[in-house]
Structure formats: C-alpha cells, structure tokens
C-alpha cells in the first residue's frame, strides 16, 4: 500500500521514512522475538513486552488463561509495536543526531484462537524460536493447550517507519571537523550454552552420545 490504510496509521513526522507495504510489515515482524502491546484498565495504561509470532497476515502472542492482559485485549482495542534499532548516527550538529532503525505500529483488536487451531499456532510459534526443534521435543499436551490462550490481530491497520544512512546534516554544518556516521547496532548471537543435564540423559541414550548438535543449535551464531 502507498497510503496509510487509516487516520491512526496516517504517519505526519517525518512522512517520507514512512511505509505502509505489507510485505516490510511482515519483515519486520518475523525478524522480532518481542512485541510491546499497549492497552488501558481500571488502573491505568500498560504497555506489556510479549513473545510475538506471524502466521500469514496476522501477529500472534499467547499467555496464561489468567493473564490480565489478555483478558483484557478481548475487551478493546490496542496498539502493538516492533522496533529493530540498527545504529547510532552522529551528525556534525547536536540536533541533527538521530537513529537508523525499522519499526512497525500495528492498531486493532485481538481476537482469541479457537481450540482447534491452538496446536498448530503454538507450532508455528516454536518454529519460528528455533526452526527444526519440534520433532526433538516432547510436544504440548492437552492439559498445556487448555491452560494456555493463544491471541491474533490482523496486520491490516498498520504503519512502518524505517530511517536508514548517514546523517543529514545542513550545508552550513559541512565545514565543521568532526567524525560523523554510523554506529552499527545489532542483536549478537552468543555460542550456545548446553543445559548441564544434557550429559546425564544422554548417557542413558548411547545411541545419541555422538550425534551432531541439531542445525538450529549448530548454525545459532551463524543463522
């Protein structure tokens, strides 16, 4: 899309770093973990970090049957947000400085996932943590699935913003002698760090003590 699909959506600062396609809306949600979800009870506004997850073009999050956030989001609208920071930028002025980064608003209503359809949202959830793991794992059972609520909002009502490059500096401020550019900034992935139980069961599983690491464990720092 080219225009914001509502007021809500309608980005005025800085309009020109402002994106309204579906298919960098969905980028930028595969490529988060988290999302921040923004909502109002009888004891104020609350603005709650959550795992996130897309299956087609919807963002999904999931919780406890008792979570007060989720018993809450069928109640009203709310607002989600992403934010990917890529770097610093120092420009030859102070007020100039500024942030390269790709971030997403997402508006709307959650709605609540139907049983049948729990198994396979929770699957594409765990797919998407670590991809691969699922047949190496003891799957959910049935009294998991009913103490969890899995949540949707359709991404249809939504907006990027996305700043990336060098400063942008005045003409007047080009003459001044100092290093300008980007900083990098971005999500390191450490060597994995084995649980030390996995010896033990592993002993009792001879035919397992010299199998490869799984690829979602072997390719972690490189993935």
Known sequence: MDTAPSLRTQVRRIAKNASYD??????????????????????????????????????????????????????????????????????????NHSMNYRSAMIYGRFTVVEEADKEAALEAFMEHLAPGRLPLVRPGNAQEYAATTIMRIALDEAACKVR?????DDEDDLHIATWAGVLPLGVARGAPVPDARCAAAL?????????????????????
């Open 203 to 223: 002993a009792k599983a001879p035919d397992q003590s010299s199998a490869p690491l799984p690829d979602h464990v072997a390719g972690w720092q490189d993935r």
């Open 164 to 168: 990336s490059g060098p400063p942008n």
């Open 22 to 95: 579906s298919a960098l809306l969905h980028a930028i949600v595969d490529a988060a973990y988290l999302c921040h979800v923004a909502f109002g009870d009888a004891h104020g506004t609350h603005c709650i970090p959550t795992a996130c997850w897309r299956i087609g073009g919807h963002l999904y999050i999931h919780g406890s049957n008792g979570s007060r956030m989720l018993k809450r989001l069928t109640e009203q609208e709310c607002c989600v947000t992403i934010t990917h920071l890529d770097g610093l930028v120092l420009a030859r002025a102070a007020f």
